[in-house]
């Protein structure tokens, strides 16, 4: 009962062509949770978030409150997890996941791709005043895989500087790129390597890598500022 | 790379013998991320969360500071994951797992398991003042599940008392039982079903149920108290 939808990417602004992981009939693919943005769902969706804070720009946007709002569900972005206080992790956003990341009242997101962000999501970090961090790391296939250590290591400075939070952390399928930058965040953690591998694993599933693996296991944390992370403010 | 090891249980209390998922040659199998319970290390681990909070009960237990604290590991119980603030859901905790538990400053668990708690287990929880839930659900194989919709009901209110916060949800693996209370505070959170699905099937991976799947479609959530939960502690 796997969900694994191939869709063509909409509002990418890929200017840029770069070598896109999973490249399939020629057109570039994202996957996300769910693709059909209905508009009136979308409407309704905005009208639920307005509704629960209080209304907002996008009021007029909805003028029929209909009495379905019960019916009304969100989506979050493909891969989307909690890593922890204030910092999330997904795939990449799509217009279709903007009512659900709006629940998380983002200050921040680290996109880890380097294509142009798309314009869409442009809009709605401005709408939503949230920071854009950017780290381009190319989306290599084994065994051609060349993680850029320094890009990691000043995503991960971004990641723990508590001024960011909440912040989400993406790339397109927050399998590899995220699955690094969430397991040096782990190693500087201290969770024994057993557990990052089986974290990263989680989300990368058939596609995982030895070479992330290897490379979280040799990246040296000893020089990031040791901030006392895990999981910190959950203490009663 | 995926680390999948059995390993017999070593102190489940085991006096009541119930259908088991996964018995092998005999014997009870719990999964655990590590195993070695190596009581240097422990000792090690012991002295640095003594360094990190101050000291404590234990510190008369490492009587010798080693330098090589830096080099020390904390180990997630399998399937560790937050779910949200102060929710946080997992495989049986290990007694190699204790010092990584010890730092999420837990108030409650909730066990799925209707075997009696290991002794070791209620031991840490006495030491730790975390209070116990268990609602005890027999680990069926399919096609033989049948999920109590009452007993995660009541499961499901503890979890949203947030009284009851930080809180552990766990049951062997972490994957079936847990899933399923998982989906449904997913559906009280509106989270909408192929993302519910997708998460559960991250936990359980070659394990998935579709009878789980089903219960969680199935579930009415209409009648539990709407606490607006959804990472609502993140917000800036």
């Known amino acids: 009962m796997k969900l694994d ?3 063509p990417a909409t509002s990418n602004g890929g200017e840029r062509e770069v070598e896109v992981e999973e490249e399939e009939q020629g057109f570039k693919t994202i996957e996300v949770a769910s693709v059909t943005d ?9 009208d639920h978030i307005n509704n629960c804070c209080g209304g907002g720009d996008l009021s007029s946007e909805s003028p029929a409150p209909s009495p379905v709002v019960d019916e009304l569900s969100f989506i979050p972005p493909l891969n989307f997890a909690m890593v922890d206080n204030g910092i999330f992790r997904s795939g990449f956003p799509d217009s279709a996941n903007f009512s659900f990341v709006e629940t998380l009242g983002l200050r921040s997101i680290i996109c880890l791709c380097p294509e142009p962000y798309p314009e869409a999501n442009t809009e709605f970090l401005k709408a939503n005043g949230i920071r854009l961090f950017q780290f381009g790391i190319e989306g ?7 993680i850029p250590e320094d890009t990691i290591r000043e995503a991960l400075q971004v990641v723990l500087d508590v001024k960011n939070h909440p912040l989400l952390i993406h790339c397109k399928r927050g399998k590899h790129r995220t699955g690094c930058v969430v397991g040096c965040l782990r190693k500087l953690q201290k969770w024994c390597l057993s557990s990052i591998f089986d974290e ?8 995982a890598r030895v070479s992330d693996q290897r490379f979280m296991e040799l990246f ?10 895990s999981f910190s403010c959950s203490r009663r």
Request: proline share 8%.
């Open 5 to 7: 939808r191939n869709f």
């Open 38 to 46: 209905n508009p009136h769902n979308r409407h309704r969706q905005l």
């Open 140 to 146: 290599y296939k084994e065994p051609f895989v060349n």
């Open 200 to 207: 990263y694993q989680r989300f990368a599933a058939a596609k």
């Open 220 to 229: 040296d944390v000893s020089t990031l500022k040791h901030i006392p992370l």
